[in-house]
């Protein structure tokens, strides 16, 4: 049986809600904590993503550096730094949860000018003429379910699964079919469905293709970025090859609530392994994901009223900035102020 009264409720389990409900936790172990998601456990888009960690591909970067400069773009990648920093520091990233450590190669057609990128000649793929290869230290890669699972399991929160999720915001209740829950402070981390439970429509769902080979003999370390064809891979421990992207080749497909696999997209995947690996790929599961797009790509937050905060959008980089983020909001939450290491592009206008 639930109680009817919580200290801090977070409505979504995915990678942004549970950070929440962790950090809610660790600032205040004896409140009452309660994460409410209305489907299943890993439904959402983190237990469907790759699992980069950090964010060193060089097309996000860049798509900083054009829409807000140098200064955001090295502010941004830093607050990326420090989410994997933090996992670690909370002992989340170990072999239980398939964490490798090996940085990563951005191939792109564009040349780059900073101390974070060093530019490499052999990424350990093909290249096409004119492509470069750069290198950044401090990508690294998790299994996601496993890390979902471990968080979930450490964080021993009340977990509740119901569907009809409806905030009463002037009498601080949420109702959930027949039955009714106070709360004292409430977190939303739904991503995509954002707009469908608040009617401030700053949130798109966008549908990412991804699969997963047979195991291949031959074995690489760092996760891979092809920037101008958006495609990402990497390989797991037991040498099966993860590839996804590509949305741009069925854009309007691909802007759903509905998953499913995209046959063009999927198919375009497995052909461009093939011709960067120079050997064919096995496909053994292909699947897709609902990622909640912002307009400028880099996640929002705010604050609906005196008790409600919200972190979604999170858009192709939930697992590499969730987290840190979580450890902000939740701060703002607990103290009335938002933290200063909140990047500025962040909040919601
Ligand atoms: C195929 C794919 C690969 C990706 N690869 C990477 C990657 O390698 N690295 C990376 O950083 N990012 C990656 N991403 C993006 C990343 O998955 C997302 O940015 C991240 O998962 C967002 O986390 P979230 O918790 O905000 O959303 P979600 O994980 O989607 O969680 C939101 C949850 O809210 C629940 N919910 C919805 N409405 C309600 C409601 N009304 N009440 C209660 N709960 C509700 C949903 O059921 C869901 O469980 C990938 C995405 C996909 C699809």
Redesign the pocket.
Known sequence: MIPKVYKSIV????????SLAWWCRKSKPRDSLLV????KFL???????????T?GSLNFYNSNLESKGTYAANEILDFCQENHELLHKEGLLSEDVSYRYAGSYSITSKSIDSPHYQQVSDPGVLLKDGEKSYFYALDG?VC?PQLLKKIKQLLQADMLFETS?KIDLKNSTLSLGESTISFKRLFI?????FN??VQTPIIQPV????FRSKPLTRQWDANLYFSEDLV?MRQESDGRVLV?GQRMLDPDQEETFDEGTNNKIQKALVEFAKERLGTPLEVEQA??????FSKDRVPKVGKINDNVYY??G?????????FHLAKLVSQWALKGQPPKEIPPYFFTK
């Open positions: 409505l979504g389990s995915g990678i942004s809600g549970l409410i998601d209305n489907k439904e959402g888009a983190s237990a469907k993503s790759a699992g980069f960690l964010v890669s996601a999720v981390a739904n991503n995509a469905w469908t439970l549908r990412a293709q991804i990402y996804g699947w897709s994901g609902i990622m909640g972190q979604v999170f858009s192709a980089h939930g697992m590499g900035m969730a």
